[in-house]
């Protein structure tokens, strides 16, 4: 009997075991480790591309359409083009008009369609659908029945020499605001619906920012402004790039100051920023922002601001897009699934543009 006994725990302990480092990966087929795989989909053929367009030249913001194709504001060439998921261009080009200080190219890009934006042109009206903000200083918005190809420039800030870098939509109270980052005046310019340009003297103030910091980029996510800051080189009109030089804020739909969300660290000029949905992979309901200054992606608590991790490919070596400028997840239609971070690029200085996609890889 004990000699049965004996046998049974050996065969237990065996099947145990087996169980066990079958489960580390003992069986020669280790668990393999998650990361994420980066895709140029379309150029404008100055990068390796699946596709590629002309008009995509120095690609800033993008905007989905929650029914339709992602946007893309393209600077180099001002105009938007439009792509699914794959990065097939669609037959729709939108030019944005020049401003009284030259040439728009357009740098934020919103979705504006239930938010009464109404834009008007040689006696049409129509309500706006995208909204453009532009480095001539204007603000631009588009509406299918007023001009299919154009957009509309709405606002001229050519006495203010506004140089605008970002765009984010909200509400204040419940009425409709656009919110526009002026970098090379340090300061975000605020709209009501019928684009007029509000008194926000004491808004968007952060006494405790570092000198030469100015707002980049901006974005609206939930009841929250997230305000990317970038240092301005001499010249007041571009990013220093090295590692360290961003701050990130968080402010109500007033401009009041919430907090501080990071400073330092892994920010180097940031300007893309968006929130991961559940089935992101590792870092899942993680707040991401792209670096302008080295083209790397970081992901964040939402709350805390403190640091998660760059978001690597899966043998661990982190994505870097060259010229990388703004991101976000799909919209679930035309190839675009809600779980893919899509990105806007102007490679080689921004002398070509890029647009492409990261999806979970494991």
Same mark, same amino acid.
């Given at each position: 009997?004990?000699?049965?006994?004996?046998?049974?725990?050996?065969?237990?302990?065996? !099947?145990?075991?087996?169980? &066990?480092?079958?489960?580390?990966?003992?069986?020669g087929?280790?668990?393999?480790?998650?990361?994420?795989?980066s895709?140029?989909?379309?150029?404008?053929?100055?990068?390796?591309?699946?596709?590629?367009?002309?008009?995509?030249?120095?690609?800033?913001?993008i $905007? @989905?359409n929650?029914?339709?194709?992602? =946007?893309?504001?393209?600077?180099? &060439?001002?105009?938007?083009?439009?792509?699914?998921?794959?990065?097939?261009?669609? +037959?729709?080009?939108?030019?944005?008009?020049a401003?009284?200080?030259?040439?728009?190219?357009?740098?934020?890009?919103?979705?504006?369609?239930a938010?009464? #934006?109404?834009? &008007? +042109?040689?006696?049409?009206?129509?309500? %706006?659908? @995208?909204?453009?903000?532009?480095?001539a200083?204007?603000?631009?918005?588009?509406?299918?029945?007023?001009?299919?190809?154009?957009a509309?420039?709405?606002?001229?800030?050519?006495?203010? $020499?506004?140089?605008?870098?970002?765009?984010?939509?909200?509400?204040?109270?419940?009425?409709?605001?656009?919110?526009? $980052?002026?970098?090379?005046n340090?300061?975000i310019?605020v709209?009501? %619906?019928?684009?007029?340009?509000?008194?926000?003297?004491?808004?968007?103030?952060?006494?405790?920012?570092?000198?030469?910091?100015?707002?980049?980029?901006?974005q609206?996510?939930?009841?929250?402004? @997230?305000?990317?800051?970038?240092?301005?080189?001499?010249?007041?009109r571009?990013?220093?790039?090295? !590692?360290? +030089?961003?701050?990130?804020?968080?402010?109500?739909? &007033?401009?009041?100051?919430?907090?501080? #969300?990071?400073?330092?660290?892994?920010?180097?000029?940031? =300007?893309?920023?968006?929130?991961?949905p559940?089935?992101?992979?590792?870092?899942?309901?993680?707040l991401?922002?792209?670096? #302008?200054?080295?083209?790397?992606?970081h992901?964040?608590?939402?709350?805390?601001?403190?640091a998660?991790g760059?978001?690597?490919?899966?043998?661990?070596a982190?994505?870097?897009?060259?010229?990388?400028?703004?991101i976000?997840?799909?919209?679930?239609?035309?190839? +675009?699934?809600?779980n893919?971070?899509? @990105?806007?690029?102007?490679?080689?200085?921004g002398?070509?543009?890029?647009?492409g996609?990261?999806?979970?890889?494991?």
């Amino acid at each position: 009997m004990a000699l049965v006994r004996s046998t049974l725990f050996k065969l237990t302990l065996s !099947a145990a075991l087996a169980a &066990s480092l079958a489960g580390c990966g003992g069986d020669g087929n280790s668990v393999q480790p998650v990361g994420y795989k980066s895709s140029v989909v379309v150029s404008d053929g100055g990068v390796p591309a699946s596709n590629t367009d002309a008009n995509l030249k120095d690609g800033w913001g993008i $905007a @989905f359409n929650p029914q339709g194709f992602v =946007w893309v504001a393209d600077a180099g &060439s001002q105009k938007s083009t439009l792509y699914d998921g794959n990065g097939v261009p669609q +037959q729709l080009v939108v030019s944005i008009p020049a401003g009284t200080n030259g040439p728009a190219g357009p740098t934020g890009i919103v979705f504006s369609g239930a938010n009464n #934006f109404a834009v &008007s +042109q040689n006696g049409v009206s129509g309500t %706006s659908a @995208f909204v453009f903000a532009t480095l001539a200083g204007t603000i631009a918005a588009w509406s299918p029945t007023v001009n299919l190809t154009s957009a509309v420039t709405v606002y001229d800030d050519a006495a203010g $020499a506004a140089e605008y870098t970002g765009l984010a939509i909200g509400a204040d109270n419940g009425a409709g605001r656009l919110y526009a $980052a002026d970098f090379h005046n340090n300061k975000i310019d605020v709209f009501d %619906s019928a684009f007029n340009k509000l008194t926000t003297s004491g808004r968007f103030v952060d006494p405790s920012l570092p000198a030469g910091f100015a707002p980049f980029g901006i974005q609206a996510i939930g009841n929250s402004l @997230f305000v990317a800051y970038a240092k301005q080189d001499s010249s007041a009109r571009r990013s220093v790039h090295a !590692a360290g +030089q961003g701050v990130i804020d968080v402010y109500d739909m &007033s401009g009041a100051l919430q907090k501080r #969300f990071a400073t330092g660290g892994d920010l180097n000029a940031p =300007w893309g920023i968006t929130i991961a949905p559940s089935n992101f992979g590792p870092f899942s309901n993680k707040l991401i922002v792209g670096n #302008f200054g080295d083209g790397t992606l970081h992901a964040f608590d939402p709350q805390t601001g403190a640091a998660a991790g760059a978001l690597t490919q899966r043998s661990g070596a982190p994505i870097t897009i060259a010229g990388l400028w703004g991101i976000a997840f799909g919209n679930g239609l035309n190839a +675009q699934p809600t779980n893919t971070l899509f @990105f806007a690029a102007g490679p080689n200085s921004g002398s070509n543009g890029a647009y492409g996609r990261l999806d979970v890889d494991q």
